[in-house]
């Protein structure tokens, strides 16, 4: 789908009513977990505006892996609301089904220089699916906006 | 997907009950309206929810029913609190979501050379989207006052008088909010966000009536021709949402422990009366008071900022709140189902509480024409006042419509955007639109809504309502 601002060409916006979706693909496990969170703040904000200039690690243990995906993106979208933070910059460390170490860099929120595209209320399990082939990895995740 | 509708009413359909569905699932709709309805799987999930255990009578859905988590948007379930459920999703992530109006002694005429300046006066004094700190920063030990005594606590601390309260739903409060049941997530991100409207379909509109369909109800709620009006849509922000969030989590292990059979997951919910249910209901409770309170904030600064727009004093203005109501809600309510009266949990998601003339639930002063309904229309076109029936009372649980709903996605609606330049077409027509966000107005244009005067009339021939106003846009802020 053709959406009318540059992306990466492994993220595609999924159109469903009210909401918004991504859909994202990577080579790895690691690697799509870092880029569904560079996907949500795509949403929020122009991410190539954020500056790497803090570094946070950030750990998430679920009970599989949709409620880890949910889980992680949750925790991001939690500090950005509350302490004002953009993440750019997401690397997985270390994953498996039920944890997630991460780190992710960043900086705090200058209405100057970033535009607030929306906000998210919430990450949802609605529609959520993983697909993992001999070309990759792919995961589809549905906002509440 | 094909589905068997049996037409009751020329605007009432049914899905008749069905495999494991207790009730059937009405939606009220004109004919011409079922393809697109059906076209969605909104109808699906009104008939999932009709699974659910202990729900009364039908699983209900209005004209404006679209697709939502679990639920439909636009959905009404009542359970029966003895044995029935509750359940975050058929309230939604915006717990009271709702709609403030207020009237002004002004006409349209006297405020349109300023409209410009109070438009972008609105901006500056009205925190909007995301990242915007509201102007108040509570502590914790704040906001619990604020979940507890909702648009009082406004009051009480100089936002707005006590007479708004008077023409609130629940008077701006309602009675059994429970702090204890609300997560330390939930109170940081209600910390900085009383006051601000949001982002999304949230707005604060500037507008006039531009129709009135019934004189003698339009007179009970003070509304004149080209009276400027304001309408402020939104609710209890990130407060509400986290509280959705952690009790979708606490519902999915309840339906488990209770062996409740779901034919969706997100359907998650426990009984009314078991401590999941009372706990949720306790925080939800909170998340109601916060949205009451964050409009009562809203509608304070509204006023301050007509009065430096305009040049006048907040007398002249004036400004007084003709009603409030929410439309995300779940509340515990006395109806009478097949003569008999029963003891409900009523989940209005998407949809408006419409009771009818002589409830006393109604301000003393529109108990005659019965509770005033707002219905939020999109940026372009037109909102509109309703009343509630008697009708809505003995057939929708006193429930009726609540806005347009999207006909576009956002990704849609920003390529049909694209190229142009939406506030510059708004203000060729008179409407001068503001956002933080280009964006924002780029996902809101008003061809991405359905039009809401289908959804209005659906509902009054439907008998569920009646239309009293049109109001027409002349400026409005958006997250």
């Given at each position: 789908m053709d959406v009318p601002w540059k992306t990466p060409d492994w993220l595609k916006f999924v159109n469903h009513t009210g909401d918004a979706g991504i859909l994202v693909r990577a080579p790895d496990p690691k690697e799509l977990f870092a880029r569904a969170a560079w996907g949500m703040f795509s949403l929020i904000t122009e991410v190539d505006a954020i500056r790497h200039i803090d570094t946070r690690g950030i750990e998430v243990e679920a009970g599989d892996l949709s409620a880890l995906m949910v889980k992680w993106l949750s925790k991001l979208n939690f500090q950005h609301v509350t302490e004002h933070r953009l993440f750019g910059k997401f690397q997985i460390i270390d994953i498996n089904e039920k944890s997630l170490v991460a780190v992710v860099r960043g900086e705090r929120l200058d209405p100057a220089r970033h535009q607030i595209f929306t906000e998210i209320k919430a990450v949802t399990f609605h529609g959520m699916r993983f697909k993992h082939n001999e070309e990759g990895w792919e995961a589809q995740i549905i906002f509440d906006l | 997907?094909?589905?068997?509708?049996?037409?009751?009413?020329?605007?009432?359909?049914?899905?008749?009950?069905?495999?494991?569905?207790?009730?059937?699932?009405?939606?009220?709709?004109?004919?011409?309206?079922?393809?697109?309805?059906?076209?969605?799987?909104?109808?699906?999930?009104?008939?999932?929810?009709?699974?659910?255990?202990?729900?009364?009578?039908?699983?209900?859905?209005?004209?404006?029913?679209?697709?939502?988590?679990?639920?439909?948007?636009?959905?009404?379930?009542?359970?029966?609190?003895?044995?029935?459920?509750?359940?975050?999703?058929?309230?939604?992530?915006?717990?009271?979501?709702?709609?403030?109006?207020?009237?002004?002694?002004?006409?349209?005429?006297?405020?349109?050379p300023r409209m410009r300046e109070l438009v972008n006066q609105l901006l500056r004094d009205i925190p909007t989207g995301v990242g915007a700190a509201g102007p108040l920063s509570l502590p914790e030990q704040e906001l619990r006052h604020v979940a507890e005594q909702g648009a009082r606590w406004a009051v009480e601390h100089g936002f707005g008088t006590e007479s708004d309260l008077h023409y609130i739903e629940e008077n701006g409060c309602i009675i059994g909010a429970d702090p204890a049941q609300v997560s330390q997530h939930a109170w940081q991100r209600g910390r900085e966000q009383l006051g601000t409207l949001g982002s999304g379909n949230h707005f604060l509109e500037v507008g006039y009536v531009n129709e009135i369909y019934d004189e003698a109800a339009a007179r009970a709620l003070g509304l004149f021709p080209n009276q400027v009006t304001v309408i402020i849509h939104c609710g209890s922000r990130g407060f509400g949402y986290q509280i959705c969030s952690d009790y979708l989590e606490v519902m999915d292990l309840a339906v488990t422990k209770y062996g409740i059979l779901l034919p969706d997951r997100q359907l998650a919910c426990a009984p009314v009366n078991s401590p999941e249910g009372q706990n949720y209901l306790g925080a939800m409770r909170c998340a109601i008071n916060?949205?009451?309170?964050?409009?009562?904030?809203?509608?304070?600064?509204?006023?301050?900022?007509?009065?430096?727009?305009?040049?006048?004093?907040?007398?002249?203005?004036?400004?007084?709140?003709?009603?409030?109501?929410?439309?995300?809600?779940?509340?515990?309510?006395?109806?009478?189902?097949?003569?008999?009266?029963?003891?409900?949990?009523?989940?209005?998601k998407g949809a408006t509480r419409a009771f009818g003339p002589g409830c006393k639930e109604v301000p003393i002063e529109y108990q005659a024409v019965g509770q005033p309904v707002l219905i939020p229309g999109d940026m372009g076109r037109y909102s509109y006042v309703l009343t509630g029936t008697e009708k809505a009372m003995l057939e929708a649980f006193g429930s009726t419509c609540h806005g347009a709903g999207r006909a576009m996605s956002r990704v849609k609606a920003k390529k049909a955007a694209a190229g142009r330049n939406i506030i510059r077409e708004m203000e060729a027509k008179g409407i001068i639109v503001r956002a933080q966000s280009r964006r924002t107005i780029d996902e809101e244009i008003s061809e991405a809504y359905k039009d809401a005067s289908t959804v209005v009339d659906a509902c009054a021939l439907a008998g569920i309502s009646r239309k009293v106003a049109q109001l027409k846009p002349l400026g409005c802020i958006k997250g």
């Open positions: - | 997907m094909r589905y068997e509708v049996r037409k009751l009413t020329d605007f009432l359909w049914e899905l008749p009950q069905s495999g494991g569905m207790r009730v059937p699932a009405r939606f009220y709709a004109t004919e011409t309206m079922l393809p697109q309805i059906f076209a969605d799987n909104a109808p699906q999930q009104a008939a999932n929810v009709a699974h659910l255990p202990g729900i009364v009578k039908a699983s209900l859905a209005m004209p404006d029913i679209h697709w939502g988590y679990g639920f439909p948007i636009g959905g009404v379930a009542a359970f029966d609190i003895e044995g029935g459920m509750i359940s975050p999703g058929g309230v939604g992530y915006d717990i009271n979501c709702g709609v403030r109006l207020m009237a002004a002694k002004l006409t349209g005429e006297q405020i349109a916060y949205a009451f309170a964050n409009r009562q904030v809203i509608a304070h600064h509204t006023r301050k900022a007509f009065g430096k727009a305009l040049g006048m004093s907040i007398a002249q203005i004036e400004l007084r709140t003709v009603y409030e109501v929410a439309h995300n809600i779940a509340k515990i309510e006395t109806h009478t189902v097949d003569g008999r009266e029963m003891h409900l949990c009523v989940h209005r």
